[in-house]
Nanobody
Framework: QVQLEESGGGLVQAGGSLRLSCAASGRTYSSAAMGWFRQAPGKEREFVAAISWSGGATDYADAVKGRFTISRDNVKNTVDLQMNSLKPEDTAVYYC???????????????????WGQGTQVTVSS
């Protein structure tokens, strides 16, 4: 199946920045929209950001709007999440997700995504 691997997580002080990257691999991978979700300990997984296959459309959760930016490179098969002005409430495991083959438009619901990475930890200290 499609393999997704996140990287770039770490520990940062409030107000700092981190850039996450998601690499897609596997010969079965094809054109699809992508997204980022996050899950804090003991909490439900929540939508963070999404981007269409072309990169021409994006969507963000209200909690991160204006601070996070999602982008993609379809030649390298990567999707990035630039996180600025980080807050302690941003602390979570961040997951990269891909929609099914041929689903090109943005989506915000977990059940609209077919493939998931293993996650990368982001910790923001106060």
């Amino acid at each position: 199946q499609v393999q997704l691997e996140e990287s770039g997580g770490g520990l940062v002080q409030a107000g700092g920045s981190l850039r996450l990257s998601c690499a897609a691999s596997g010969r079965t991978y094809s054109s699809a929209a992508m997204g980022w979700f996050r899950q804090a300990p003991g909490k439900e997984r929540e939508f963070v950001a999404a981007i269409s296959w072309s990169g021409g459309a994006t969507d963000y959760a209200d909690a991160v709007k204006g601070r996070f930016t999602i982008s993609r490179d379809n030649v390298k098969n990567t999707v990035d999440l630039q996180m600025n002005s980080l807050k302690p409430e941003d602390t979570a495991v961040y997951y990269c997700a891909a929609r099914r083959k041929g689903a090109l438009g943005i989506a915000t619901m977990e059940n609209e995504y077919a493939y998931w990475g293993q996650g990368t930890q982001v910790t923001v200290s106060s």
